[in-house]
């Protein structure tokens, strides 16, 4: 047996064994990075259309499409709608998942099996299919308190975290369930009452739930596009989603691709952010909380 045979049978048994991953890795990592780099391309392309996008600029760079975002539109007035109402949609969602979570792990009470079935079967419906009720609820909601109403933010913000409570419930839940019920009795026998015990000793152990829980809601809220155009009407009220979207409507898709893909680099901008200060969490939050319980 020749050295050249011999090393052509170790390659392929490499290859078999291991090198078909790394394949696979770098064909996942191309296919993940193909969007991005064309949104890259086509916000530094100096023509600013669709036709004239291609995935490496041939025809130059320029930074002029985010000049032309924010002299054409009220981008800013989006960004800023947008972080306010995922921000505080998410921290409140947290902050009353975190609460029912603790009551349904450490309580017992009647009701307590129901309502958790309860918030199950509720979540396999798509919020949009009652968008007709809530409509017309927020209608009457408006002419009574119109701070809470159809085209305001803090409405939406309502509107969201009925969304998101099941979820994070269930989520919190689970990772609730982990922990012994040693360190309640202890607390409770020195004198601690339920609430010295969830926010002295509970928050700070289920900090990493907290963290994934605050990431998925920030994500999904900013993202949400459906409810947002329903209730969202005036330019400045806009989110980023219903913002943007208007930028393609009609027959300017192809002149203002350009000004789209660079609000698109800038909208990705907090929740990478938010992704970096709580990455540290994400995996245990999610190994815990969704295996264990």
Known sequence: ??????????????????????????????????????????????????????????????????????????????????????????????????????????????????????????????????????YLIFGTITDLWPTIGLNTPWGLVLLYLGGALGVNTWLMKGFFDTLPRELDESATIDGASHSQVFFRIMLPLVAPILAVTALLAFIGTINEFLMANVFLTDTGRKTLAVGMFGMLEGNERNNNFGIFAAGTLLTAIPTVLVFQLLQRYIVSGLTSGAVKG
């Open 1 to 134: 047996m020749t050295t050249r045979t011999v090393a052509g049978r170790r390659r392929n048994r490499w290859f078999a064994q291991v090198g078909w991953r790394h394949l696979a890795a770098v064909l996942g990592v191309l296919f993940s990075l193909f969007p991005i780099v064309f949104v890259l391309s086509a916000a530094l392309n100096p023509l600013g259309t669709l036709s004239s996008t291609e995935l490496v600029p041939t025809a130059g760079v320029s930074f002029g499409n985010f000049g032309e975002l924010f002299a054409r539109t009220d981008f800013e007035r989006w960004f800023l709608n947008s972080l306010l109402i995922a921000g505080v949609a998410s921290f409140v969602s947290v902050f009353l998942s975190a609460l029912a979570a603790y009551a349904f792990s450490r309580m017992r009470f009647s009701g307590r099996r129901v309502g958790l079935l309860a918030l199950l079967l509720i979540q396999m419906f798509p919020q949009f299919l009652a968008i007709v009720a809530i």
